[in-house]
């Protein structure tokens, strides 16, 4: 079965090669793909020296543009399943196969989570989470114990669709919205380490606003979304 990892990088130089070479050298199995998003470091420089398999988009558009051109190069090269995997060091490729057999039992999508055996830790960050937890459980009667994790797997439908549809963003409301429609989502405990260089783009403010607007999104604005249905079955 063909995997593909979706690593986007937005100015992640100190710690691209890092993980794509962990990734390479003891992970030979699975293919992978970076997704350059305009970076105005040197991530695409060190991708072109090194030859690793790039996509370098000339523009900043941000994480669903970015992975939705690596789901797009996923979907035209014929792969059973992809992963969105973070270019900061802070995902593990050894749960890759723990969440690949997972999807054997019949799931859509699977969620690398932090949480199926282990609790949250009461900060600012996780309150958020849970709030977002409570949203999609409300909203779908499913418990996502780990909603705003990057690290997700995909199966071959579920690649399509996304590869297809302009606004399926790799959020929790996405998420929320494709359990709703049918789709069978599971999660897989996994440990993450801290990011290994650089800022996240989520500080204290930016991390308010992006629960307030997942959550909205989830309670009042999924319900009005619509699904095409001759796309799905295409897929």
């Known amino acids: 079965m063909k995997t593909l990892v979706i690593i986007p990088a937005y100015n992640e130089a100190e710690s691209i090669e890092n993980v794509v070479e962990t990734l390479t050298h003891h992970y030979p199995q ?7 998003d305009g970076s105005v470091d040197s991530t695409a420089k060190l991708c072109y020296i090194n030859g690793y398999n790039l996509i370098d988009l000339p523009a900043n558009l941000g994480l669903a543009g970015a992975f939705q051109t690596g789901l797009r190069y996923a979907y035209e ?11 900061d060091g802070q995902h593990k490729p050894e749960y890759i196969q723990p969440m690949l057999e997972a999807m054997e039992q019949g799931y859509d999508i699977v969620i690398g989570s932090r949480f ?3 609790k949250k830790t009461f900060n600012l ?6 709030f977002i937890s409570l949203a999609i459980k409300l909203t779908t009667g499913q418990t996502i114990k780990d909603p705003t994790s990057g690290m997700r797997l995909f199966n071959r439908n579920m690649t399509a669709e996304f590869a297809k549809s302009l606004n399926y963003g ?13 789709a069978r989502v599971g999660e897989v405990q996994v440990e993450m380490e801290e990011r290994q260089a650089g800022e996240s783009y989520l500080n204290f403010s930016r991390s308010i606003a992006y629960m307030i607007r997942m959550c909205l999104s ?3 604005i ?4 619509k699904r095409d249905k001759k796309e799905v079955k295409k897929a």
């Open 170 to 182: 790799p959020e929790p409301d996405t998420i929320s919205y494709l359990i709703k429609c049918g």
């Open 222 to 225: 999924q319900w009005f979304r």
């Open 218 to 220: 989830i309670l009042l």
């Open 116 to 118: 199926v055996t282990k």
């Open 125 to 130: 960050r996780m309150l958020g989470s849970f």
């Open 30 to 36: 699975f293919d992978y793909v970076v997704i350059n």
């Open 77 to 87: 090269n014929d792969y059973d399943y992809t992963l969105q995997f973070d270019a």
